[in-house]
């Protein structure tokens, strides 16, 4: 038997640095992820006092991309900690925390190319490297990856930075709209970085905003995620790019994630958006990070800071959203009764006009009536009439003493007495004596003498389609009857449908409320009379109204 015991120092974890490479570059799947990496390095890893200038050079048909940058550049030491996967972030260590984080960003060329080139200048000293996909890939062991030196600490005149090259893009075309797009999304937090993508400077605007809201988390959760400060931003039209919507969330000024927090999609979540800064992040050291080197930006909700964030943001959200909803319906509601009022007005204009026309008549009947007989309508033409035509509760002013059309000393029809005309009245000021009524009630647009208002009312769907109330001379037409809930659909009260279906129901409805008011005058003789009257009337205002029913 062998009993001897294994070696004990011959057992640890190792890493294969070939396959580490390339399946951290296997996470930068498109061109933009990849500029990305080179240029955030660029924006980040500066000499104090410098601003940060990148220059991406996108080059579709030599399949090459160029990343230049007046970083502090590296040195052979600063090369050397360059090429080390997963390598500690050095300024992190010198407790100046960055976007740098995982010492993955450089192998991001190869997610999309064949060829790293790195040209870095510091101090008066310039290197350059390349690594070629070949020589990763002929790697079979633990062993490190070889580098081609093509330049080792020459000295130069020029400034610091470095130039990223990469050859043999693999992707059919180079999206430059794509890549501008996602720098310039990212570079909202690099406020005094300037970024070029071929002639273009990249620029971050934020949407227009109409109200900002700042909000501090309540104890229980102060004690989760710090003293942080919400700042809600809300805007006037949808932020159009989906992207934008959302709280962006930072840790020490880095940016993870932007989230609506489980309020995508929902109404009005279009309009809002904000940040939060969380420093727990970025000190968090549980065995679940809040982070991973995906680069999806996306926190990782198992952490527990991560989700009392997300509880924050999400529950702040919904109250910001809430309350917009509820401004929303309630500016919908005045447009729409605005849209409504209009409405009515027009059909208000139609049915006086009808109804003057119908006076007329009355004031010719009663004026015919004179002689001996009457060939006129079947319209007894009494004084009753009169407040149904003249009134008496407006301020009005007399414009002439004898009253219009039929003035001359008409008669009533067949007596004896002659009858005394109003004279003609027009609108007072308020002050004015009381010597006409408008005839429509309270606060509603009406012909000048006399005549109708129409009104929208929800009086429930039970209710008759319209009626009428002789008080204020109003008809009202019932917004919840079942026919004109069908006739609205999903559509507002703008629906042609729904407007010529409301004509009809106001004209069929006048012409009883003006036979109703006849009726109450004793205006008529005959029991047929008001049917006739009615089908008269509802024929008369529709031959008026016919253009309103064109299509
Ligand atoms: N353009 C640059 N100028 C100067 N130094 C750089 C530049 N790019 C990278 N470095 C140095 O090389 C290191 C490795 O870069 P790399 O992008 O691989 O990792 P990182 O930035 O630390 O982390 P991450 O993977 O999260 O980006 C950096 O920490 C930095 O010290
Ligand atoms: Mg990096």
Known sequence: ???????KDSL????HVARDLLQNASLFKTDKLVIWEYVSNGLQYIDEGTSPVV???LNSKKKQIVIMDNGRGMDWKGLQNFFIMHGENLDRKQGKPGRGRFGTGKSAAFGIADILRITTIRNGKRSKIVLHRN?????NSEDPIPLTI???ETTTNKANGTMIEIENIYLKSLDQAGVIHYIERHLAQWRHATVYVNNHECEFAEPPVVETKIIHPEDSVKEKIGDVELIIKITGAPIADDELRGVSIYSKGVWHETTLAGHQGREMAQYIFGAIDVPKLEEDKSPISPFDLSRSMQLNPNNETVRFVYAFIGNEIDKVRRQL????KQRRASEESEKLARQAETIA???NEDFDDFRQRVIRARAKGRGGFDYGPEIKGGEDLDDLIFGSEEPAEIIELNGELGSNGGTRTGGTIPRELEPQVTEAD??????GRKAGGIDKPVAARGGFSVDFKSMGAGESRANYDREVRTIYINLDHPQLEAAKGFNSTDDPYFQKITYEIAFSEYAIALAAELNSRDEYIDPSDPIIAIRETINRIARKAASMFSV
């Not at 640890?12 to 890493?15: A, E, G, T």
Request: aromatic share 2%; charged share 40%.
């Open 1 to 7: 038997m062998d009993n001897q015991m294994p070696d």
């Open 12 to 15: 640890y974890v190792k890493s």
């Open 55 to 57: 220059k991406v050079i």
């Open 135 to 139: 020589d990763i890939e002929t790697i």
């Open 150 to 152: 093509i330049e080792a």
């Open 325 to 328: 909803v509820k401004q929303e």
């Open 349 to 351: 204009r139609v049915i």
């Open 430 to 435: 308020t002050d004015a004596e009381k010597k």
